[in-house]
C-alpha cells in the first residue's frame, strides 16, 4: 500500500507562483515515477509532469514547460510542483500519482493517487 498526500493549494492571482508538495508514504519501494496531473472542472484529467523515484529524470506537458518545475527531496520521499507565472488556465485540482514502471505521461500507468489539492488562479 502507497499512500500520497499533496498540500500547498490555494488562491493566488494570475502571474503568481504556488508550491504544492506530495509526501509518499507506506510501501514506496516498487514506486518508479512520481507525476503531477490536473483536473479542471467538466474536463479530463492531464498529465502535468513526472519526475523518477531517483529524481533525475523528469518529463512536463507543453502546457506548462517553462513555467512548472518538479523536483524531489530523496530523503524525505517528498515530490515538489513549483508553479510560477501561473494563468487562470491552470486552476484545477491538481493530483499527485505513483507508477510503478516508468516515467509516463499516460493516466493509466500511475497505480496510486492522492486526495489531490485545488489550485485556483484569478484573473
Known amino acids: 500500500q502507497v499512500q500520497l498526500v499533496e498540500s500547498g493549494g490555494g488562491l493566488v492571482q494570475a502571474g503568481g507562483s504556488l508550491r504544492l508538495s506530495c509526501a509518499a508514504s507506506g510501501r514506496t519501494l516498487n514506486i518508479y515515477g512520481m507525476g503531477w496531473f490536473r483536473q479542471a472542472p467538466g474536463k479530463e484529467r492531464e498529465f502535468v509532469t513526472v519526475?523518477?523515484?531517483?529524481?533525475?529524470?523528469?518529463r512536463y506537458a507543453d502546457s506548462v514547460k517553462g513555467r512548472f518545475a518538479i523536483s524531489k527531496e530523496n530523503a524525505k520521499n517528498t515530490v515538489y510542483l513549483q508553479m510560477n507565472s501561473l494563468k487562470a488556465e491552470d486552476t484545477a485540482v491538481y493530483y499527485c500519482?505513483?507508477?510503478?514502471?516508468?516515467?509516463?505521461?499516460?493516466?493509466?500507468?500511475?497505480?496510486?493517487w492522492g486526495q489531490g489539492t485545488q489550485v485556483t488562479v484569478s484573473s
Open positions: 500519482a505513483a507508477c510503478r514502471t516508468g516515467v509516463l505521461t499516460t493516466l493509466g500507468s500511475y497505480a496510486y
Open positions: 519526475i523518477n523515484w531517483s529524481g533525475d529524470s523528469t
